[in-house]
């Protein structure tokens, strides 16, 4: 159970990574397949490592980054789930229309969090080769999908000791 912390002494209300009793939804994109799957295994081996029960975990899969917004409103909006997590790739040098795909997932998923009041977290790569993308999904510069498996534990559980 989340429980108020301050880890660096700034008076701050921190919640816990701890995922025990956590509802989560993984919705991830399968553009850019073979970064996705690597963020998609990043999340869920980060989730289930904090305590989650992997039975707890719902995940959907949609075509690109373009259609996370409404599967992320939909799964947010169920009232089944304490947050969302968004996975998906748009990397800049396979597409003309790089800027209008980021900037509306983008857009969408932050839309989705404040319609629904559960956390919808972001993590989505937006990068100009497949290269970084690669480096970010579990290559030298860490996973994504990790990454955004933590916050999502952590915003859950600030809802909690919020509300
Ligand atoms: N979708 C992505 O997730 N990443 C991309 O890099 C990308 N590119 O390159 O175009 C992409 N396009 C597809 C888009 O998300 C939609 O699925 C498509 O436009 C249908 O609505």
């Not at 429980?3 to 850019?32: V, Y």
């Not at 997590?85 to 003309?96: K, M, N, P």
Request: proline content about 3%; glycine content about 12%; aromatic content about 4%.
């Amino acid at each position: 159970m989340a429980g108020p912390a301050d880890p660096a002494g700034t008076g701050s209300l921190t919640a816990r990574e701890d995922g025990d009793g956590l509802h989560l939804a993984i919705a991830w994109s399968r553009f850019n397949e073979e970064v996705t799957t690597s963020l998609l295994g990043g999340a869920l081996a980060e989730l289930v490592a904090h305590g989650v029960e992997r039975d707890a975990i719902a995940v959907v899969s949609v075509p690109g980054a373009f259609e996370l917004p409404l599967v992320a409103a939909r799964l947010a909006a169920s009232g089944r789930f304490d947050a969302v997590l968004v996975l998906g790739a748009v990397i800049r040098g396979e597409t003309g229309h790089y800027d209008v795909v980021a900037n509306e997932c983008a857009h969408g998923v932050a839309r989705a969090a404040l319609d629904s009041g559960v956390p919808v977290i972001f993590g989505v790569l937006t990068t100009d080769t497949v290269a970084q993308a690669v480096d970010r999904s579990g290559g030298r510069l860490g996973n994504k999908g990790a990454d955004t498996a933590r916050a999502a534990i952590e915003m859950a559980n600030l809802m909690r000791l919020i509300d």
